[in-house]
């Protein structure tokens, strides 16, 4: 029996069994939903890559429950911002049985126009009278239209669906589906992705309400409202263990692409008693490049990210464990931008957003704080032509080293904290769909920062291009690397270095369109996790490992630890 029903509210009468029942089993819809689309879509941003999630959420919009390895950024709280809002345009007696709604709007998500969600009404019990919540899923949806991401407002970004009835009662809505295909330069993928993310939110209803129908509706109402009460209780004893008082830190976004202008990152935390509190007041200004995005697609989000790992680590992701999580964030910031703002790459500032938020715990948490992870999208974007005319467009993102700990080495390479568990598209895959070769992967050797513990390693990656095409570039972390906490020394920061088949090269981080050509090579470097703790308590042992793992140089030792050994 899970510990957490010890603390179920005497208003909710479930009993302790079949409340454990009720959890993991929606849970487990939400996990079988995910493998079901992960094999189903049609473009590898979704199949590969997983970008995506999938929720249920309750009748009146409370996240109830998330897929295990969902984009974190999705599911706090894009799924439940869509379907309150659907809520508020049609009411409960406008959603029928088999209606989908999808909404990717940025004045209601607060994110790019390519996040989309879709959602169907769950009924249950006699007459599938009582409405019991939605099957939620956000796909990003690989192309609606739009200019390029660099954009300077929302309207040249793509496709606009205010939550809009794909189908109703049943029957799809071929209307909706067309102006969908004809707004796409992907038709074929996107609507199989589509298809996907559809059938995904048909099994989920029928499996939920299923199981709501096993156990009656008031029971499966009353586990919800236990769930979701346990997860706060659970999330405000954590908090209470913490000093009460003001903790600040302050770091620096590189710049919004548009200009060299540095972006301040000031957060300062407030803990007082069971609630904690996010104050985002000297953040960054609403900014010209397209970084920007909504207060509940990134204000929130982000701090509910850092929470959830800082403060509910073994808690269920749902509203209840967020419900003692304050914001205080005017309008007008980085994060809390204008509707009509640009918000193409909105979320490339939360890495280092969610890195601050835990960096300014350090004093009052300092066996649970990390060094900051790499902490950039380290994105890489081929677009171009076909040798038949056909458009494509490669996205291929770095994954770099997690901060070290108190207790061990930082992990990696992995994607950041605001993707969850997203994966490498398979080198196979890339190279037969797009024109490159991939001719070398490894580990990047001293990207970690040194420390009692090490942060995790970043990667080397080089691509030999075939076929003329743009590359756009988007790292950060280059002015104000991964820094390590409690003595630990920072990672060292990505990079692109462009090898030009004459020989010459060039080093790059951010870029709109860096024209390649056949011939041409690419070196991608990730960065590496900050160290925790002095270098010079590493043990010895540990270096010399490194060493013979290649994951530190003899000089870096040398310098780093002060160990001067051979590999022996």
């Known amino acids: ?163 809009i009835k794909l189908w109703s009662r049943g029957e799809p809505i071929q209307e909706v589906y067309r102006i969908i295909e004809n707004n796409t330069r992907f038709p074929i993928e996107l609507l199989g992705d589509i298809a996907a993310q559809h059938a995904g939110c048909m099994l989920g209803r029928d499996l939920t309400q299923s199981l709501t129908d096993k156990y009656g509706v008031e029971t499966f109402i009353d586990a919800v409202k236990t769930i979701l009460d346990q997860s706060e209780a659970a999330a405000r004893a954590q908090i209470r263990a913490i000093a009460d008082g003001e903790y600040r830190y302050e770091t620096f976004f590189d710049n919004d692409g548009e200009s060299d202008e540095l972006l301040p990152i000031r957060v300062k935390v407030i803990i007082a008693g069971d609630e904690m509190t996010v104050d985002y007041s000297e953040i960054a200004d609403q900014v010209r490049g397209c970084i920007n995005s909504g207060y509940y697609g990134g204000g929130r989000t982000t701090a509910r990210v850092a929470f959830k790992y800082l403060i509910a680590t073994d808690e269920m992701a749902n509203e209840g464990t967020f419900r003692p999580l304050k914001l205080i964030l005017p309008e007008g910031k980085i994060l809390s931008a204008h509707p009509t703002a640009p918000m193409g790459n909105y979320s490339q500032p939360f890495p280092t957003v969610i890195d601050a938020i835990i960096k300014a715990l350090e004093k009052a948490l300092p066996e649970r704080v990390t060094g900051a992870h790499f902490g950039t999208f380290s994105g890489v974007r081929f677009r171009g032509k076909r040798e038949n005319g056909a458009p494509f467009d490669c996205h291929d993102s770095g ?42 992967f490894g580990l990047r050797e001293d990207s970690a920062g040194a420390g009692k513990f090490r942060g995790g390693l970043g990667f080397r990656k080089r691509y030999q291009i075939l076929g003329p095409c743009d590359l756009q570039a988007m790292f950060d972390r280059v002015k104000y690397p991964p820094w390590g906490v409690h003595g630990g020394m920072e990672g060292k920061s990505g990079r692109i270095t462009v090898v030009k088949k004459s020989g010459e090269s060039e080093i790059i981080h951010k870029s709109k369109a860096y024209p390649l050509e056949p011939g041409d090579s690419i070196v991608v470097e990730t960065g590496g996790g900050g160290g925790y703790g002095p270098p010079s308590e590493r043990a010895p042992e540990l270096v010399k490992r490194d060493l013979r793992r290649g994951y530190v140089s003899t000089e870096a030792a040398a310098q780093d630890y002060g160990v001067k050994v051979g590999l022996s």
């Open 399 to 440: 994954h770099g080293g997690w901060g070290a700990c108190a207790t061990h080495d930082g992990a990696g390479p992995f994607r950041t904290m605001a993707h969850g568990d997203t994966r490498i598209i398979p080198v196979e895959l890339q190279e037969a769909m797009y024109p490159y070769r991939i001719v070398e």
């Open 1 to 163: 029996m899970n510990s957490q029903s010890q603390t179920i509210p005497q208003q909710h009468s479930v009993d302790p069994i079949t409340l454990e029942v009720i959890r993991h089993g929606i849970v487990s819809i939400t996990d079988q939903i995910d493998a079901n689309i992960t094999r189903t879509a049609f473009s590898p941003y979704v199949y590969e890559y997983k970008d995506f999630a999938v929720g249920l959420v309750s009748a009146d919009g409370e996240l109830v429950a998330q897929c295990t390895g969902g984009m974190p950024v999705f599911v706090a709280d894009s799924v439940g911002m869509a379907v309150r809002d659907g809520l508020s345009v049609y009411g409960r007696d406008r959603l029928h049985h088999g209606d989908v709604v999808v909404c990717n709007h940025a004045a209601i998500q607060g994110q790019h126009l390519n996040n989309t969600v879709m959602y169907t009404p769950i009924y249950a019990g006699p007459e599938r009278a009582a409405l019991i919540g939605f099957f939620a899923i956000n796909v990003h949806w690989i192309d609606i239209g739009g200019i390029t991401p660099r954009s300077s407002d929302i309207f040249m970004e793509g496709l606009q669906l205010r939550s």
